[in-house]
């Protein structure tokens, strides 16, 4: 029941109920006659919904999952799961599935991508992106936007008495959801009020505005705050929602058999459809009787037959093969009640096509009845029967079209709703990975909604993973406001860096940008001394100047311990930039230690402290502080390229605590990223950042071509499992097997890594794995900045420098 409220509408509110109030009481002289259309009496801020006087129902809205990408096993699993969930629903429960292909916007939400400008340098870059996306979104089917819904309703007595069994039944129908792997999630009231006006208002897109605290103060229901501005029935065949022209039919399945692919055919087309699925339950024992006075029928009228053939002097067992195919069909319907787990079900099957103009309309429902004529069936407009069409597809459980037809439960699964897992997520953080290579639609997600949001760019040469780690640098920098910071190993992320005036460290023995690589900062460590940390990290760098094939021995290790934690007492005594230790620190302190391995460890030093190597030998001189940082270690050669790395991971976790402090995010992309596990204390160290991030604010985003080489690492299923979000591009055949092992990969997804071409490939988003292209538009500015495509980047050093 509604509560009385005592908060005073604002002005906006009182406005916008006063548009309502005029729109519905205008309508030549019938001024509910919109509303009246509508087939339900009374919303409930719970969803609950009463249709009638003692008929009530809820919706659960459901998503997909890769059906479609599936083996042929996990199919028979899926459509079994399927089949059972259909048993699931008695003849006390009538339920309906609904299934709406809307135009962006009409379906209970507005998809528009847009970027706001922020008056600086880059509005001219948020401006094309923000273009590229709506054109891709547009491509995406049209731009329609597709969800599922389920529909079950209940008779009883009052809204008291129906409340707690819908509630049971939403909280079983979730669990049976859950447990085949589909994410649903039951409405509330304003969510199928929204969903109900976005089919009312296709039109307009007019924006759903309501909220349960007006409703006393102004008198209405809430069929007026969703009724379109009229509906109109004129010549039996169509009808027109506001300016929308639309037309009804039903399916009339004459087929004996049907793919598993029928219902996806329908959802496939590429214009405004609304398809509705109302099936209802016979009792068994009534189902049995029913059948078995069907093939009583059957005989009587095949014994009609045989007596006209004899009379007419013909063999008596040649039947017509209607009757034949009718006689087998019931009695395989009656075996399969009888011994079977199967159930008999009466199916209404709906179709609502909507167009702007009738040609179009026309052309839609012709589309859709060859769809039908694929199948063997029939798809046949409901003449003088628009109205009621019209209301039974509304997800509202209401069916006055009762052109039924009976099934098994096996036969009904048929009509399966899952194809394809779709990605697109809205909120503000949700970045563009290119489009879904099944539906087309556009794939839009936000890894900080991940319980992992750590990633992995995976890919051969030029399979387009370096222009995919731009792509999303760049979409951060223009959506959000975290820090990006970058380990570029080639020197190839610099032209975009510097268009975007970020700040390029070059770290080289011949350069004079200096990172110092025992910086540290209060908040360096959490739950522990952050001195603790910091040795882990001085032992990684040690590891790879001194260790051998066996690494640091036992006692190696306790004197390095010893020694940082030295040479830290007077910064932590007096943390100032001039007290900050530095590398010659370690090796002084080193040499005053008494066993000889001090000695071993400060001689390998040495040459990194006086020698033709001291690059790490100074205080850093570069800023730090702007949002986007790239670490250019080209210069460092192979050699001192791990230890260049390791250095950088090292400043970008200062990096990280800081920003923790700021509640900021840090993304950290890391090419070659195979290099860090080659040795075993480097490989130990990485992974405990690369698990320490996620805790702190941190995004790493590890980039490599080398799979091998990473695939051969100890530690590589550390990386794995604290990852979350893996986009694999195209990959080499030995590694591809290894991939599909690691990460439950079927051979029909691997297939999209399997010579696939540039920008192509798989994304693991959590435990959904999709098909993804991306075709970045070549003519934008954006695309010169991060090809690199050597005959694409000619003079771009130039352009921007």
């Given at each position: ?58 919706t659960i809205q459901f998503q997909d999952i890769n059906y479609q990408l599936s083996e042929n096993e996990d199919k028979d699993a ?438 110092n690589p025992l910086d540290i900062n209060m908040n360096y460590a959490d739950d522990e001394e952050p001195v603790t940390l910091k ?267």
């Amino acid at each position: 029941m509604l509560k009385a409220t005592n908060r005073k509408l604002t002005g906006s509110e009182k406005r916008q109920i006063k548009a309502v109030i005029r729109r519905a009481r205008s309508g030549h002289g019938n001024r509910v006659s919109a509303q009246q259309t509508i087939p339900y009496q009374r919303m409930y801020p719970d969803g609950v919904c009463r249709v009638d006087a003692n008929r009530y129902n809820k919706t659960i809205q459901f998503q997909d999952i890769n059906y479609q990408l599936s083996e042929n096993e996990d199919k028979d699993a899926i459509f079994g799961s399927w089949c059972e969930f259909i048993n699931y629903f008695d003849s006390s429960v009538s339920f309906e599935f609904s299934f709406l292909n809307l135009e962006n916007g009409q379906s209970g939400g507005d998809d528009r991508i847009e970027m706001t400008a922020r008056q600086d340098d880059f509005d001219g870059i948020r401006e094309e992106y923000a273009q590229m996306l709506q054109n891709q979104l547009a491509r995406g089917n049209n731009g329609l936007r597709k969800t599922k819904y389920l529909t079950f309703t209940i008779e009883a007595d009052s809204v008291r008495n129906a409340k707690p069994r819908l509630e049971r039944i939403e909280a079983e129908l979730l669990g049976n959801f859950k447990r085949m792997g589909v994410h649903a999630q039951a409405l509330d009231g304003k969510a199928r009020l929204a969903l109900l006006h976005g089919i009312f208002h296709m039109d307009t897109k007019e924006p759903f505005a309501f909220d349960w605290d007006w409703l006393a103060p102004s008198g209405l229901s809430t069929r007026d705050f969703i009724a379109p501005a009229s509906f109109e029935f004129p010549d039996g065949r169509t009808f027109r929602i506001g300016e929308k022209f639309c037309s009804a039919s039903f399916l009339q399945i004459t087929a004996a058999d049907l793919s598993d692919r029928a219902l996806e055919a329908f959802l496939a087309v590429d214009s405004s459809l609304i398809v509705s699925m109302h099936i209802r339950a016979i009792d068994q024992t009534e189902a049995v009787k029913m059948v078995k006075r069907k093939i009583t029928e059957l005989d009587r009228t095949k014994i009609e037959e045989q007596k006209r053939a004899v009379r007419s002097g013909y063999d008596m067992d040649i039947l017509p093969s209607d009757l034949t195919t009718l006689d087998a069909g019931a009695k395989d319907m009656l075996k399969s009640l009888q011994n079977h787990n199967e159930r008999m079900l009466m199916l209404t099957f709906i179709l609502v096509n909507a167009a702007d103009t009738k040609r179009k309309l026309k052309a839609d429902v012709q589309q859709c009845r060859s769809i039908a004529q694929t199948m063997n069936c029939s798809l046949v407009t409901l003449d003088f029967q628009q109205e009621r069409a019209m209301q039974a597809a509304l997800p509202l459980g209401v069916n006055p079209i009762r052109i039924e037809r009976g099934l098994t439960t096996s036969v009904l699964g048929i009509f399966i709703p899952f194809t394809t897992q779709e990605l697109f997520q809205k909120s503000e953080g949700a970045l563009y990975y290119g489009v879904n290579s099944l539906s087309h639609n556009m794939i839009l997600v936000d890894r900080k909604l991940l319980s992992n949001p750590n990633g992995l760019i995976l890919g051969t040469p030029g399979s387009g993973k370096s222009f995919a780690a731009k792509r999303e640098m760049v979409n951060v920098f223009l959506v959000t406001d975290d820090d990006i910071i970058i380990c570029d190993p080639e020197a190839e992320y610099a032209p975009l860096v510097r268009r975007l005036h970020g700040q390029i460290i070059r770290i080289s023995p011949v350069g004079s940008d200096y990172i110092n690589p025992l910086d540290i900062n209060m908040n360096y460590a959490d739950d522990e001394e952050p001195v603790t940390l910091k040795s882990d990290f001085v032992l990684s760098m040690c590891e790879l100047i001194v260790g051998g094939k066996e690494g640091l021995q036992p006692i190696e290790k306790t004197v390095i311990d010893r020694c940082v934690r030295s040479v830290y007492q007077a910064y932590f005594a007096d943390p100032k930039p001039e007290t900050m230790p530095i590398l010659e620190d370690l090796y002084v302190e080193l040499k005053i230690q008494p066993e000889p391995e001090a000695q071993r460890i400060a001689t390998a030093l040495e040459i990194y402290v006086h020698g033709s190597l001291n690059l790490f030998n100074h205080r850093t001189n570069v800023n730090l502080k702007n949002r986007l940082v790239c670490y250019d270690i080209k210069g460092l050669g192979k050699q001192l390229k791990k230890l260049g790395m390791l250095i950088v991971q090292d400043q970008v976790w200062n990096r990280v605590t800081i920003n923790r402090a700021q509640k900021k995010s840090t993304r950290y992309y890391m090419d070659e990223f195979h290099l860090l596990l080659k040795e075993p204390q480097t490989a130990a160290y990485s992974v405990e950042i690369w698990k320490r991030f996620r805790k702190w604010g941190g995004i790493p985003t590890a980039i490599t071509q080398n799979l091998k080489d990473l695939l051969a690492s100890a530690e590589i299923e550390n990386i794995f499992e604290n990852s979350d979000f893996i986009l694999m591009l195209n990959q080499a055949p030995g590694d591809r097997e290894i991939l599909a092992k690691k990460l439950g990969i079927s051979a029909r997804q691997l297939s999209y890594v399997k010579q696939s071409g540039a920008g192509e490939g798989l994304l693991l988003y959590g435990d959904t794995i999709l098909p993804f292209v991306d075709r970045f538009p070549q003519n934008t500015g954006l695309y010169r900045l991060m090809t690199t495509r050597l005959s694409e980047t000619a003079g771009q050093e130039e352009e921007n420098g």
